[in-house]
Antibody
Framework: EVQLVESGGGLVQPGGSLRLSCAASGFTFSSYSMNWVRQAPGKGLEWVSY????????YYADSVKGRFTISRDNAKNSLYLQMNSLRAEDTAVYYC???????????WGQGTLVTVSS | EIVLTQSPATLSLSPGERATLSCRAS??????LAWYQQKPGQAPRLLIYDASNRATGIPARFSGSGSGTDFTLTISSLEPEDFAVYYC???????????FGQGTKLEIK
């Protein structure tokens, strides 16, 4: 069974940093690209970042470019999102999602809440 | 940048009725369009990929159609568990990444 479990969310002050993790199991993690998708309270879904299976290709949404860094450790079956210079508008539930065929997200984690507030 | 516009924003129907949800792209996305269902407090679930293919375990009452710029998600006969928010999503070659529509809330009438 495919499982994605996010962790690392919490309350952080504006300008602060946070590192999210996503632990993957039930599939060959090193064979799949992965993504982070977020959802602000009461709002829709927003794609944040993509990383290919070998980490050779990385993309970011304009809203986080230069502040967030996606990475992965295939030996640990883990995906990460380093978030720096956090803003109030980064407050959201952050989901990791498996990428299938570079066209869709076929499995999602349960999400971790990040709250940016003083 | 490709923009996905979903309509209507809210759809009020009764169980047993047919639901038709629309997703329009600002430029052609070929058939690289997916649909997701999200219930309160839950992660999104993939329903349809490549415009018309049902994902694993998705009931046959869900179907997708369209290509180019106009896409439709149809639920043939609504079950109580189908009332949720639905999002369309596409892959963009430039700028590289993904885009979601703003969502359609399907509510019980």
């Amino acid at each position: 069974e495919v499982q994605l479990v996010e962790s690392g969310g919490g309350l952080v002050q504006p300008g602060g940093s946070l590192r999210l993790s996503c632990a993957a199991s039930g599939f060959t993690f090193s064979s799949y690209s992965m993504n982070w998708v977020r959802q602000a309270p009461g709002k829709g879904l927003e794609w944040v970042s993509y990383i290919s299976s070998s980490s050779s290709t990385i993309y970011y949404a304009d809203s986080v470019k230069g502040r967030f860094t996606i990475s992965r450790d295939n030996a640990k079956n883990s995906l990460y999102l380093q978030m720096n210079s956090l803003r109030a508008e980064d407050t959201a539930v952050y989901y990791c999602a498996r990428d299938e065929n570079s066209s869709m997200f076929d499995y999602w984690g349960q999400g971790t809440l990040v709250t940016v507030s003083s | 940048e490709i923009v996905l516009t979903q309509s209507p924003a809210t759809l009020s129907l009764s169980p047993g009725e047919r639901a038709t949800l629309s997703c329009r792209a600002s430029q052609s996305v070929s058939s690289y369009l997916a649909w997701y269902q999200q219930k309160p407090g839950q992660a999104p679930r993939l329903l349809i990929y490549d415009a018309s293919n049902r994902a694993t375990g998705i009931p046959a009452r869900f179907s997708g159609s369209g290509s180019g710029t106009d896409f439709t998600l149809t639920i043939s006969s609504l079950e109580p568990e189908d009332f949720a928010v639905y999002y369309c999503q596409q892959r963009s070659n430039w700028p590289p990444g993904y885009t979601f529509g703003q969502g359609t809330k399907l509510e019980i009438k």
